[in-house]
C-alpha cells in the first residue's frame, strides 16, 4: 500500500461516519439526541479484539444497549486492571444484568497459543490460553484434527474465562447483595454467523470451589 491508498483509507472512514450519520438521522431524527441523554446498557460483552467480530451487529443491538470490552482471545485475567476495572464499572455503577464473555472459531489467538512460535510480548498474554490447554490437555490431546482440536480449546477457554469472571471480587459482591446477576459462555462461529450458547451460564457461586469463594460475613 502506497502513501496515498493509505490516506485515502484513512479518509474512508471518516466519510464513511457520514454516511453513517445521515442514514441513522433519516431513521430517526432524535436518534442521537436521545443517545447523548446517557447510558444504561443491560449487558456487558467480553470479547475478542477480531475484526470480525464486532458484538452490537451479530447481536443485532443498537449503540447504548451492550457495555463493550476486548481483548486477545476475550479473556478474564485477575491481574488485568483494565478488564477489571470495565468489569467493576458495569457491575457496580451500570448495574448490568448479564456478562458475556464471547469467543469466536477460528481465533488467531487461539491458534497462536496451540502454535509453539514466539512471538514475543503477546507470549505473556497468550499463556494463560496454554494454562486451559494444560487443565484440559487430555480431551484436547485426544483431538487430532487440528481444526477440531482448536474450536474445542475456544470453546473451553471461554467455560474457564467465565468461571474467572465468576471468581472476581466484582462479581462476587454483586451476587452477595443479591443484585440480579448472570454470566454467560457463548462462541460465534465466523464461518455462518451464528453463536452458540456453551450453557454455562451461572447467577451464584454455588457452583464454584469453596477456595474461590469468599466468606461475606
Ligand atoms: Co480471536
Known amino acids: 500500500m502506497n502513501e496515498d491508498q493509505m490516506i485515502e483509507l484513512y479518509q474512508s472512514l471518516l466519510a464513511g461516519n457520514r454516511i453513517w450519520v445521515d442514514t441513522k438521522l433519516k431513521e430517526n431524527a ?102 486451559v490447554y494444560r487443565l484440559h490437555q487430555e480431551e484436547l490431546d485426544a483431538i487430532k484434527e487440528p481444526e477440531g482440536r482448536s474450536r474445542r480449546l475456544v470453546e473451553l477457554n471461554v467455560i474457564e474465562q467465565v468461571y474467572n469472571l465468576s471468581k472476581t471480587s466484582a462479581v462476587q459482591n454483586a451476587w452477595d447483595e443479591n443484585k440480579p446477576l448472570m454470566i454467560h459462555g457463548w462462541v460465534y462461529d465466523v464461518a455462518n454467523g451464528i453463536i452458540k450458547d456453551l450453557m454455562v451460564s451461572r447467577k451464584n457461586n454455588s457452583k464454584m470451589a469453596d477456595i474461590y469463594k469468599f466468606d461475606f460475613e
Request: with cysteine.
Open 30 to 131: 432524535n436518534f442521537f439526541h436521545e443517545l447523548a441523554k446517557g447510558q444504561n446498557p443491560p449487558v456487558l460483552w467480553i470479547g475478542c479484539a477480531d475484526s470480525r467480530v464486532p458484538a452490537n451487529e451479530i447481536t443485532n443491538t443498537k449503540p447504548g444497549e451492550v457495555f463493550v470490552h476486548r481483548n486477545l482471545a476475550n479473556m478474564v485475567v485477575h491481574t488485568d486492571i483494565n478488564m477489571l476495572s470495565v468489569l467493576d464499572f458495569a457491575v457496580t455503577q451500570l448495574g448490568v444484568k448479564h456478562v458475556i464473555v464471547c469467543g469466536h472459531y477460528n481465533c488467531g489467538g487461539i491458534n497462536a497459543a496451540l502454535s509453539s512460535t514466539h512471538f514475543g510480548l503477546i507470549d505473556n498474554w497468550l499463556r494463560n490460553i496454554k494454562d
